[in-house]
């Protein structure tokens, strides 16, 4: 049973510190997308991939947000330094060449 | 700008009863819609793709209908179950493969 696994489930860390998220997609799926879920603002696109390369980051805090995927199965959202405001669900999730998207289980962020 | 609406009220319905959300945009011409689950905790899992040349699709108890020149897609729960339970997404071809998601639409079903 193919699926997209994200690690860690859960951080908290103090304002300030180095956060790195990672996700395995589905293999042979040739889209990766990372999205933010907040009460406020929903389910936001921060950045995508298409074949590995980098697509549409215009989603993500360039200062403090980055976005890698350096193999096919492992793609990166890092956020350096960390503030409270980036206290969020991170869904990655992988999409198959007709359009439909698969989600991972999300990574939820607290920044104190 | 491009805009979509979901019912930002929750839908509560009795079980048996047939669920109809509603998906609204403005500003778009989106090759196609799709429609999620999403449960507490979890991510959201894809239900149904519909392009803008079918007018309505179905998977079990699952109808979704789009209509391009109202700018809406229904999506319907026939027979519904408490299981059912759940928020719903409506989600936009932002091109490129890109989605863009409405907010959703909490669906309760009571037994």
């Known amino acids: 049973d193919a699926r997209v696994t994200q690690t860690p489930r859960h951080k908290v860390t103090e304002m300030g510190q180095e956060v790195t998220m990672r996700c395995q997609p589905i293999l042979g799926h040739n889209t990766v997308f990372w999205y933010r879920q907040t009460m406020m603002q929903g389910l936001e696109l921060l950045a995508y991939?298409?074949?590995?390369?980098?697509?549409?980051d215009s989603g993500m805090p360039k200062d403090r947000f980055s976005a890698e995927m350096p193999d096919a199965t492992l793609a990166t959202l890092k956020i350096q330094p960390s503030e409270p405001r980036d206290s969020a669900v991170y869904f990655c999730a992988s999409g198959n060449l007709v359009g439909e998207q698969y989600f991972g289980p999300g990574t939820r962020l607290t920044v104190t | 700008s491009q805009k979509i609406e979901q019912n930002s009220e929750a839908l509560n319905i009795q079980e048996g009863k047939t669920a109809t959300l509603t998906c609204n945009y403005t500003?778009?011409?989106?090759?196609?819609l799709q429609w999620y689950r999403q449960d507490p905790g979890r991510g959201p899992v894809f239900l149904l793709l519909i392009r803008e040349n079918e007018k309505e699709k179905r998977k079990e108890r699952l109808k979704v209908t789009f209509d391009t020149t109202l700018k809406q897609s229904l999506f319907h729960i026939t027979a519904s179950q408490p299981a059912d339970s759940a928020t719903y997404l409506c989600?936009?071809?932002?091109?490129?493969?890109?989605?863009?998601f409405g907010a959703g639409t909490i669906l309760r079903v009571k037994s």
């Open positions: 991939f298409r074949n590995r390369a980098p697509l549409d």
């Open positions: 500003n778009y011409s989106p090759a196609y």
């Open positions: 989600a936009l071809d932002g091109g490129g493969n890109k989605l863009v």
